[in-house]
Structure formats: structure tokens, C-alpha cells
Nanobody, 115 residues
Framework: QVQLVESGGGLVQPGGSLRLSCAAS????????MGWYRQAPGKQRELVARFPTNDIANTAASVKGRFTISRDNAKNTVYLQMNSLKPEDTAVYYCNYRDGTGDSWGQGTQVTVSS
């Protein structure tokens, strides 16, 4: 069992920045993936960025050049630096952990981009 604790969501104006954090604890496998997904009202949950099991970072085309995923392995923590935010980035952002046994999810943190 893996627990995920998220922080950093909030309200920001268009063009602003936010930094999300996700700390994992519990039965963490040495081979795992962590990343960020988001879900807007009425829409399906979609991948934002992640470190897959092969340790290559991927970023969705919709946020390419604006969002950056990073990690601190010593803290089992993944970050999402979100710059140049747009209203269409408004969503609940979920931290994800995946290993050979399946997925774990954070509780979700609301990101609202509005003037």
C-alpha cells in the first residue's frame, strides 16, 4: 500500500505559476512510476506529466513548454512546476503512483486559473 500526500493547488491568474508536490510513503517498490494527471468537469482524466518505469520523463503536448516535472528520490516526492497557466488548465490535479501491483492515487488538488 502506498499513500500519496499532495500540496500546492490554489487559485491563480492567467500567466501565473503554481508548484505542486506529491510525497509518497508506504510500500514503495524500487521499480515504479510517478506522475500527474488532471480532470476537468465533464472530461476524462488525462495525463499531464510523469516519470515512467524506464525513468524517462514525459510531458503531454497540451502543457509542453509550460509545465516541468521533477523529483527528489530521497524524499519519494514528485513536483510539477506549472508556468504560464491558462484558464483551460483549470482542473483537479491528481498524483499517481504505479508499480507492478497497480495504481495509487492522491486525493486531488484543485487548480483554478481565472482572472
Amino acid at each position: 500500500q502506498v499513500q500519496l500526500v499532495e500540496s500546492g493547488g490554489g487559485l491563480v491568474q492567467p500567466g501565473g505559476s503554481l508548484r505542486l508536490s506529491c510525497a509518497a510513503s508506504g510500500s514503495i517498490s524500487s521499480i515504479h512510476a510517478m506522475g500527474w494527471y488532471r480532470q476537468a468537469p465533464g472530461k476524462q482524466r488525462e495525463l499531464v506529466a510523469r516519470f515512467p518505469t524506464n525513468d524517462i520523463a514525459n510531458t503531454a503536448a497540451s502543457v509542453k513548454g509550460r509545465f516541468t516535472i521533477s523529483r527528489d528520490n530521497a524524499k519519494n516526492t514528485v513536483y510539477l512546476q506549472m508556468n504560464s497557466l491558462k484558464p483551460e488548465d483549470t482542473a483537479v490535479y491528481y498524483c499517481n503512483y504505479r508499480d507492478g501491483t497497480g495504481d495509487s492515487w492522491g486525493q486531488g488538488t484543485q487548480v483554478t486559473v481565472s482572472s
